[in-house]
């Protein structure tokens, strides 16, 4: 399969290029109906991004789907629902391209580079993510905290098996992982969301990298300070 760089967003970490993938409409194995349901959550994705949620309508997110609007309800009851389960259809993505980038990571600071790596590709490539995800705080207050809540108990066991190996600190990892997600966050608004490049430039990425070893303390803290050496002195890290 063709390799292509990654893009706008992935910068910072000399992250290897990611394996090109098919449209999420084209994967093998969906049916119709599959299909149909998944091109009007794209098309919602990008109506609720594009216009808000208020001013977002069935007839626009058909249109951009490219179906009949009365197909619309055979899969969702309105505008409402369809909401809903584009920011439950966020989460799973976001969190499935963290997980994925992380993998072969062979110490937490490492998968924590890895991750948020994943995450600012992802943001860069869809937007949406931010804009709908702050809609979800008036428009739906449920989806909103089950999207954090879910994103939380998924980072609290390998926090606690860090934190039981002695890899970084013993702490509270609610409270870590809570404060990881604010730093991430923070940075992909201001440098994705906001910035014309739509990326997150190398030394802010390797700033970023370094405040969060200093949250993990531990020998996260020695590793991202050699790290930090070896790029000072111009060696790469291999990934």
Same mark, same amino acid.
């Given at each position: +399969?063709?390799?292509?760089?990654?893009?706008?967003?992935?910068?910072?970490?000399?992250?290897k =290029?990611?394996?090109?993938?098919?449209?999420r409409?084209?994967l093998?194995?969906?049916? #119709?109906?599959?299909? *149909?349901?998944? $091109? !009007?959550l794209?098309?919602?994705?990008?109506v609720?991004?594009?216009?808000?949620?208020?001013?977002?309508?069935i007839?626009? @997110?058909?249109? /951009?789907?490219?179906? $009949?609007?009365? *197909?619309?309800?055979?899969?969702?009851?309105? #505008?409402?629902?369809? &909401? %809903?389960?584009?920011?439950? %259809?966020?989460?799973?993505?976001?969190?499935?391209a /963290?997980?994925? $980038?992380a993998r072969?990571a062979?110490?937490?600071?490492e998968?924590e580079? !890895?991750?948020f790596?994943?995450? &600012?590709r992802?943001?860069?490539?869809?937007?949406? !993510?931010?804009?709908v @995800?702050?809609?979800?705080? &008036?428009?739906?207050?449920?989806? !909103?905290?089950?999207h954090?809540e879910?994103?939380?108990?998924?980072?609290?066991?390998?926090?606690?098996?860090? /934190? %039981?190996?002695?890899?970084? =600190?013993?702490?509270?990892?609610?409270?870590?992982?809570?404060?990881?997600?604010?730093?991430?966050?923070?940075?992909? +608004?201001?440098?994705?969301?906001w910035?014309? $490049?739509h990326e997150?430039?190398?030394d802010?990425?390797?700033?970023?990298?370094?405040?969060?070893?200093?949250?993990l303390?531990?020998?996260?803290?020695?590793?991202?300070?050699s790290?930090? *050496?070896?790029? =000072?002195?111009?060696?790469?890290?291999a990934?």
């Amino acid at each position: +399969m063709a390799e292509r760089l990654p893009p706008a967003g992935a910068l910072g970490p000399p992250d290897k =290029a990611v394996a090109e993938r098919p449209a999420r409409n084209e994967l093998k194995g969906e049916g #119709k109906g599959q299909r *149909t349901r998944r $091109a !009007l959550l794209e098309a919602a994705e990008e109506v609720f991004g594009a216009f808000g949620y208020h001013d977002a309508s069935i007839v626009k @997110i058909t249109e /951009m789907a490219g179906v $009949a609007q009365g *197909t619309f309800y055979l899969y969702f009851s309105g #505008k409402q629902e369809v &909401f %809903d389960e584009v920011v439950a %259809d966020l989460n799973q993505r976001v969190r499935h391209a /963290m997980s994925q $980038a992380a993998r072969g990571a062979t110490t937490r600071l490492e998968a924590e580079r !890895l991750g948020f790596a994943g995450f &600012f590709r992802f943001t860069a490539e869809h937007p949406a !993510l931010y804009r709908v @995800i702050r809609q979800a705080e &008036f428009v739906s207050p449920k989806a !909103l905290r089950h999207h954090y809540e879910t994103i939380i108990e998924n980072y609290i066991p390998p926090l606690n098996e860090a /934190m %039981d190996a002695g890899e970084i =600190a013993a702490g509270d990892p609610m409270v870590l992982a809570w404060s990881l997600i604010a730093v991430g966050e923070a940075i992909g +608004m201001r440098w994705i969301l906001w910035n014309e $490049a739509h990326e997150v430039p190398p030394d802010v990425f390797n700033e970023m990298v370094t405040i969060i070893a200093r949250m993990l303390g531990g020998s996260a803290v020695t590793e991202a300070s050699s790290v930090a *050496t070896a790029q =000072a002195n111009g060696v790469e890290r291999a990934d």
